[in-house]
Nanobody, 124 residues
Framework: QVKLVESGGGLVQPGGSLRLSCAAS????????IGWFRQAPGKEREFVAA????????YYADSVKGRFTISRDNAKNTVYLQMNSLKPEDAAVYYC?????????????????WGQGTQVTVSS
């Protein structure tokens, strides 16, 4: 069964850091482009970051550029999102998604598989 599982979310103070993980089971991530998206209550799901299957290309939303870093370890079948200098507006449920075709995408509808999400809360 194809599955993506996010972990690493939690409560952090503004300015703090978290590292999210996206682990795949039932398939190998080697040939998949991976995106991170987030959705806050009452808001649409939005693009956060994406990485190509080889790890050579990365993309970020302007709102997280310079603070978040996406990376992958294909040997561990896992993609990471390192989040630094977190702000209250970063609070959301974070989802990872896998796309097999072409390159990474900013658009959620272009992804084939999704995880269940992990909650990130940024509050003092």
């Amino acid at each position: 069964q194809v599955k993506l599982v996010e972990s690493g979310g939690g409560l952090v103070q503004p300015g703090g850091s978290l590292r999210l993980s996206c682990a795949a089971s039932g398939f190998t991530l080697d040939y998949y482009n991976i995106g991170w998206f987030r959705q806050a209550p009452g808001k649409e799901r939005e693009f956060v970051a994406a990485i190509g299957y080889s790890g050579g290309s990365t993309y970020y939303a302007d709102s997280v550029k310079g603070r978040f870093t996406i990376s992958r370890d294909n040997a561990k079948n896992t993609v990471y999102l390192q989040m630094n200098s977190l702000k209250p507006e970063d609070a959301a449920v974070y989802y990872c998604a896998a796309r097999s075709r072409y390159g990474p995408s900013y658009y959620s509808y272009e992804y084939d598989y999704w995880g269940q999400g992990t909650q990130v809360t940024v509050s003092s």
